[in-house]
Each structure stands twice: as C-alpha cells, then as structure tokens.
C-alpha cells in the first residue's frame, strides 16, 4: 500500500509540476504578446513621426533659398528659446535645493529643543 500511495503522489507532482509549467508558459506568451502590441504600437508612432518630418523636410528643400535659410533661422531661434527655458528651469531648480540644503544645515546646527 505504500508503494501505491507513493507512487499516486509521484504522479501527482509531475502532473502538478506540469500544470504548473504549462500556466507559466501560458503567462509568458500573454506578456510577450502584450509586450509585442506595446512595441508594434510604438512603432506605428515612430513611423508616423517619421513620415511627418520626413514630409517637412522635403518640403523645407523645395522652397526657395531665402524661404528656406528664414524657415531654418525660426527654427534654431526656437531651439535657443526652448534651451533658455531649459537653463531657467535648471537654475530653479538648483536654486530651491540650494535653499533646501541651507534650512537643514540651519535646523541641525540650531540646538535641539
């Protein structure tokens, strides 16, 4: 009887053991599936983006060389404001932590009350 019994365990577990690798195996597809939906997602993105410049360049070629040189001038001047903005923000940013740091020397040199 306890050879039976150890047997219809052993079997038990592989059964089980095999459940348990077919039920990964069935998460693992549905994650590399969503994970491929993700991707093919993002790609359409980029694609579109792609062929949004790519549309805008070609057009930025046949305009005329003075359109063309006043259109690229717009453009780095709008590249020299988003920069300004970056460095403004930047510098807040360095300037609030400044004071962050200077209140918790201020705390901790202070006595403890």
């Known amino acids: 009887m306890g050879l039976a019994k ?22 693992l597809r ?22 949004r410049k790519a549309a805008a360049f070609r057009q930025l070629l046949q305009m005329g060389r003075e359109a063309r040189s006043r259109q690229v ?5 709008g590249f020299d404001r988003m920069l300004a903005g970056f460095r403004q923000d930047s510098q807040a940013a ?3 932590w400044r ?11 202070s006595p403890a009350r």
Not at 73 to 77: E, G, T
């Open 99 to 109: 004071s962050m740091a200077a209140e918790l020397a201020k705390r901790r040199a």
């Open 73 to 77: 001038s717009d453009m780095l001047a």
């Open 30 to 51: 549905h994650e590399t599936a969503t994970r491929l939906k993700g991707f093919r997602r993002e790609m359409a993105g980029f694609r579109r983006e792609f062929r």
């Open 94 to 96: 360095a300037g609030h």
């Open 6 to 27: 150890s047997m219809r365990n052993l079997t038990q577990e592989i059964a089980q053991g095999f459940d348990t690798r077919v039920a990964g195996l069935a998460a």
